[in-house]
């Protein structure tokens, strides 16, 4: 079992940033990637970013060169770097974790919001 748990969410004002840090307990070896999904209220968890142990990433276009994904392997930490940031990022953001094979997420963390004023 790989337990997750997210901080550094918050209340920025747009244009603003914040870092978002994500540690794996447990399990950490059986980890193939990490990432951070995002819900907006009324919309469908989507994938914001993702790395894998090999330190390949992956960016949701609306979010290309404004976040940044990071991972610390040895403490299985992944990190979300957000900066110019506007309204349309607030959502509640939590983090993930797969095993081999990937697809859908094994594991989630409990969620941070965060919130964009305009």
Known sequence: QVQLVESGGGLVQAGGSLRLSCAASGSGSSIYAMGWYRQAPGKQRELVASITRGGS?????????????SRDGPKNTVYLQMNSLKAEDTAVYYCSADRWPPGSPDYWGQGTQVTVSS
Do not use: C, L, M
């Not at 990433?57 to 994904?69: E, H, Q």
């Open 57 to 69: 990433t992956n960016y949701a276009d609306s979010v290309k060169g404004r976040f940044t994904i």
